[in-house]
C-alpha cells in the first residue's frame, strides 16, 4: 500500500515536472530553458521508472530494466549545461557541450542488444537483483562494467558536475560582484543542494542509507534535493515557463548587454536590480498594470525613484520601455485569469481589455502585436491549451 508522501511523489510531482519539461522543451526560448525542460524530462523519468524497480514490481514489469540506467549519465550534462547557458547565454552549442554525452550514449549503445533481447534474460538479471537485494551490489552480466563499476563512474561522473557547477557560479559571482539577484541566489542555491546531494547518493550506493532494498525510501527524496528546489521556483515564480519573462530574468545577469549613456558611470547600473525587484515587488503587491494610469510618473514616485531611473530601468534590465513593460503584465494577467475562471474565456477582447487596463481592444490587439508578434486571438487560443 503506498503512502501519501509515495503517492505525491511517484504520480503528483511526476506528473508536474513532466508538464514543466514538456512546456520548456517546445516552446521557443533560450538555451538554457531548454537545458531545464530536458532536466524536467529526465527527473520525471527517473522518478517512474523507480516507482516500477520498487515495491516489488520490478519483476512485473522486465522490460523496464536497465532502461533508467544510461539516464545517470545523461542527468549530470544536463544540469550541468543548464548552469551554463544561464550565465552565459550569448554562447552556442559547441563540440565539446556534445563530447559531455558521450558516456550517456556509449552506455545506451552497449544496452540495446538487452533492451531489444529476449525477456528470458531479463528475468535472469532481476533474479539476481532479487538475490541480493541490490540494484549495485549483483554480480551482473548485461555490461561491459560491473554493477558496482558502473555505480562508482556514476557518483563520480554526477560529482565532477556538481563541483564543476558550484564553481561555476561561484566564479561569475566574484568576476561581475553581484551581490543580490533572483537568478543569482536560484542558481548557486541549486549547485549547492547538488552538492549535498551526491553525499547521499553516496551514502546510497553504499548501503549507509536505503539499504538497496528495492523498496521505496525516503532517501530517495534526499537523493534529488536540488530538482525539488527546481520545481519549487517554478511554482514560485510560474511566469518563468514564459519565454520572454525567462530571458528577461537571464539576460539581466549580463553586464555587457546593459549599455550607460555617455554621461553615465557604468557602476551605477548595478543600482537598476534592485529598482527592478521593487518594481516588480510593487506590481505584484499593487497591481497598478490595472489601472489606466500607471503612468511612468506615478509608478516612479511609489517605489520611490524618479521617473527617469524607472525608464533606464525597465530598458537595461528587461530591455522593454516602460509602456511595453505594463502591458506585458497586462497580457499575462488575462492568461492567469483565463486559465483560473472560465468566465474569462468567454469574455470579449474589449472586456478584457477594459479589465486588465488596456482601456481599448485596439490597445490590447497593439501590445500583443508589439510584444509577442501575433493577434489577440491566436495568441490566447495558444496559451488556453499550454
Request: aromatic share 16%; hydrophobic share 45%; charged share 15%.
Amino acid at each position: 500500500m503506498l503512502t501519501i508522501v509515495e503517492l505525491c511523489y511517484d504520480f503528483v510531482i511526476s506528473t508536474l515536472v513532466g508538464l514543466f519539461g514538456l512546456h520548456l522543451i517546445t516552446k521557443k526560448g533560450m538555451l538554457a530553458s531548454k537545458f531545464l525542460g530536458l532536466y524536467f524530462l529526465i527527473f520525471c523519468a527517473r522518478i517512474i521508472l523507480a516507482y516500477f524497480a520498487t515495491g516489488g514490481r520490478l519483476q512485473e514489469y522486465p522490460h523496464l530494466y536497465m532502461v533508467g540506467s544510461p539516464i545517470h549519465f545523461l542527468a549530470p550534462p544536463v544540469a550541468f549545461l543548464f548552469v551554463y547557458f544561464m550565465l552565459y547565454p550569448a554562447q552556442k552549442c559547441k563540440i565539446w557541450h556534445c563530447l559531455l554525452f558521450l558516456p550517456f550514449v556509449l552506455h545506451l549503445a552497449e544496452l540495446l542488444p538487452f533492451y531489444f533481447g529476449p525477456v528470458e534474460n531479463k528475468l535472469s538479471e532481476i533474479q539476481l537483483v532479487m538475490k541480493y537485494k541490490s540494484l549495485v551490489n549483483y554480480p551482473g552480466t548485461v555490461t561491459y562494467f560491473p554493477p558496482r563499476i558502473l555505480s562508482f563512474l556514476k557518483v563520480s561522473g554526477s560529482t565532477i558536475y556538481a563541483i564543476a557547477s558550484f564553481l561555476l557560479v561561484l566564479h561569475f559571482i566574484r568576476k561581475n560582484s553581484y551581490k543580490r539577484s533572483f537568478v543569482i541566489n536560484w542558481l548557486l542555491a541549486y549547485t549547492s543542494l547538488s552538492l549535498l546531494s551526491i553525499v547521499f547518493i553516496i551514502a546510497y550506493v553504499m548501503g549507509i542509507i536505503g539499504f538497496n532494498n528495492l523498496q521505496f525510501s525516503y532517501a530517495d527524496l534526499l537523493m534529488h534535493l536540488a530538482a525539488f528546489l527546481n520545481v519549487g521556483i517554478v511554482l514560485y515564480r510560474p511566469d518563468l515557463l514564459d519565454a520572454v519573462t525567462f530571458q528577461s530574468l537571464v539576460n539581466r545577469l549580463q553586464p555587457e548587454q546593459r549599455h550607460p549613456e555617455p554621461d553615465e558611470d557604468a557602476e551605477k547600473l548595478k543600482k537598476y536590480e534592485g529598482f527592478a525587484q521593487r518594481l516588480e515587488e510593487y506590481f505584484v503587491a499593487q497591481k497598478p498594470f490595472l489601472q489606466s494610469d500607471a503612468s511612468l510618473d506615478n509608478t516612479a514616485k511609489s517605489i520611490g525613484i524618479s521617473a527617469r531611473e524607472l525608464s533606464r530601468t525597465t530598458q537595461y534590465i528587461y530591455e522593454l520601455n516602460y509602456p511595453d513593460f505594463v502591458n506585458s503584465w497586462r497580457i499575462n494577467y488575462i492568461v492567469e485569469q483565463r486559465k483560473q475562471h472560465e468566465s474569462w474565456r468567454t469574455m470579449s477582447q474589449d472586456l478584457m481589455a477594459e479589465q486588465a487596463g488596456f482601456g481599448s481592444r485596439q490597445g490590447l490587439h497593439n501590445a500583443i502585436n508589439k510584444l509577442h508578434h501575433i493577434t489577440p486571438a491566436a495568441f490566447f487560443a495558444q496559451k488556453d491549451v499550454e
